[in-house]
């Protein structure tokens, strides 16, 4: 056994692990201790010993000793507690149950715990991440852009408030199902949309965090098999991340979507993501906004070259996602289908209307989509102001320079516009999810 | 689990309800104390007078230092409480839903702090 592929066992274990050591142990900070010394006693034992035959259940029962050994511990320097030391070791001595269904079942409890709404969203994300997915508190802070010993003051306030204020350990109540799994689905989606597009830094993409995310759906889907919304969100990612490679250049610039070499796109992410919009969109009942989104990035995706898209399509579908969940996101997306089907003047009257109506103030993309707007309107002065208006609103490197790209075709009075759009479709969407 | 369920509201704006629309109110918080005495779920609850009737008491350095109000820099103030007992926070978080200035201001869910 190598390090490598210990680790690799923990990653995929880890979740499910913990999950089970919640339910037996009755205690979120109780578990993850518990589960790090079985990590520490496997690190020591599994190089030269070899791999158990069921690592998931050594891990569990392994750590359920640890969680007895650690209450015992501190009931004996307390000097009381007995009835709990009583009641844990009654509930942990349970036959330990590590089969697929009852493992899949602590995993939805811990999903839905990590993303209740009595957290900030930033929160949710946070302990999903670590806890669900198995990143390590350096890992989640990575990805949040904080410090590490910040990222661990979050993770632990939270993890007390579980225990402090009740949150219970269970999958909602068929009543209140429906809310807290689009509650799931919006925490997975941020992490993909942070994943394809950051937020700030150097890098555009975050391949790492749009995977998880991906890695998440795919298990709730399998957790919670024929919901439609589950699956449009899965079939959404999937369209979009396959269009990963061809998104930038090796020198980390963007590449704009008419000029992405399509075969690089993942052919076998695509046939996945477009039968599963398929079967999203046959689910009973109205439509679902993720499966329609998903239903635009298929058209996107099934498109020869950009020319070619069915354009009339996508702005009819932006017409159904205004209907079934309006927001200020959609109508920007909406408007700049429209540019491509009815032309660029009537896409910004559009524009100018939802800012007056001061729908997205301070949404970082609205400039970037009038700039271009006016850019194709051969307006170029009004065009160099918003590519400014742009610059300023981003954090993100790649982006910036892109807009100075922009900036220099209109100095040197570029060869005539060209029709484009100016970013990329998950990231207008983020907000409108 | 004991939880504390804070009423806040603005309670200018509630001083301007007419006779029927107070009345209305009073029946239906009524019936909602009567359900939560009937589940069980109900310990205590009170509702206040206004922040005008309020003082407000600080001791520095030995000295006792007496103000008026809260004042109300705030847009809603508290003007009532229940104290429930409830399964865990999603059965306080439904009870809390269903108390009815939930509608008109917003309620705030505390845990009671257990010693043991």
Not at chain 1, 62 to 79: C, H, Q
Not at chain 1, 363 to 374: H, K, N, T
Request: one cysteine or more; aromatic letters at 6%.
């Amino acid at each position: 056994m190598t390090p490598t592929e210990i680790g690799k066992i923990f990653r995929d274990e880890a979740g499910r692990a913990l999950a089970t050591l919640i339910r037996l142990v009755g205690d979120f900070d109780l578990a993850e201790d518990a589960l790090q010394d079985a990590v520490a006693v496997a690190l020591e034992r599994w190089p030269d010993g070899g791999l158990p035959s069921n690592p998931r259940a050594w891990l569990v029962n392994v750590g359920r000793n640890k969680a007895i050994d650690r209450v015992r511990r501190n009931a004996a320097f307390r000097g009381k507690q007995h009835e709990l030391v009583h009641e844990l070791l009654l509930n942990a001595s349970a036959p330990c149950e590590t089969a697929d269904s009852v493992v899949g079942d602590d995993m939805l409890r811990l999903i839905f715990t990590c993303c209740h709404p009595s957290f900030a969203a930033e929160v949710q994300v946070a302990l999903t991440l670590r806890t669900v997915c198995g990143l390590t508190t350096a890992q989640v802070a990575r990805a949040f852009l904080v410090g590490e010993d910040a990222m661990a003051q979050r993770l632990l306030r939270a993890k007390q408030k579980i225990r402090l204020a009740g949150i219970p350990y269970e999958v909602p109540e068929r009543e209140t199902l429906a809310p807290r799994l689009h509650g799931v689905l919006a925490v997975i989606y941020l992490v993909f949309t942070e994943g394809y597009v950051a937020t700030s830094g150097g890098d555009l993409m975050r391949p790492d965090l749009a995977r998880e995310a991906i890695r998440l759906a795919r298990l709730l889907d399998a957790l919670m098999p024929g919901r439609g919304e589950i699956k449009g969100l899965l079939a959404l990612m999937l369209l979009h991340d396959s269009r990963r490679a061809g998104r930038e250049t090796a020198g980390g610039d963007i590449v704009l979507l008419e000029e992405q070499d399509r075969t690089l796109w993942d052919r076998g992410q695509i046939s996945e993501g477009l039968q599963l919009v398929e079967e999203a969109l046959r689910m009973p009942g109205r439509p679902q906004s993720y499966a329609v989104q998903a239903a635009i990035a298929a058209l996107h995706a099934r498109a020869s070259s950009f020319e070619d898209t069915d354009w009339p399509q996508i702005a009819g579908l932006y017409e159904v996602l205004l209907r079934i969940s309006p927001s200020p996101v959609i109508e920007l997306n909406h408007a700049a289908a429209v540019s491509m089907v009815d032309g660029p003047a009537r896409a910004l009257d559009l524009v100018n209307a939802l800012e007056a109506r001061g729908g997205l103030k301070g949404y970082e993309l609205l400039p970037a989509v009038r700039a271009d707007l006016l850019r194709r309107l051969g307006r170029n002065d009004a065009a160099r102001e918003a590519y400014r208006a742009a610059t300023a609103a981003t954090q993100l490197e790649p982006l910036r320079r892109f807009y100075a790209r922009r900036i220099a075709e209109l100095d040197r009075g570029a060869d005539g516009p060209s029709p484009s759009l100016p970013a990329t479709n998950a990231k207008r969407l983020r907000k409108g999810a | 689990m004991q939880y504390l369920l804070m009423i806040y509201q603005n309670e200018v704006e509630y001083a301007k309800n007419d006779a029927a629309t107070n009345q209305k109110m009073l029946e239906e918080y009524g019936a909602f104390t009567q359900s939560i005495i009937q589940s069980g779920n109900f310990k205590a609850a009170d509702r206040l007078r206004p922040t005008a009737t309020g003082t407000t008491v600080r001791v520095r350095d030995g000295k006792t230092l007496t103000t008026d109000g809260p004042f109300a820099e705030t847009r809603e103030q508290l003007g009532g409480y229940y104290l429930i007992e409830a399964k865990d926070l999603d059965a306080a978080l439904a009870i809390a839903a269903r108390i009815p200035s939930a509608r008109i201001g917003s309620i705030e869910v505390r845990p009671i702090w257990v010693y043991d």
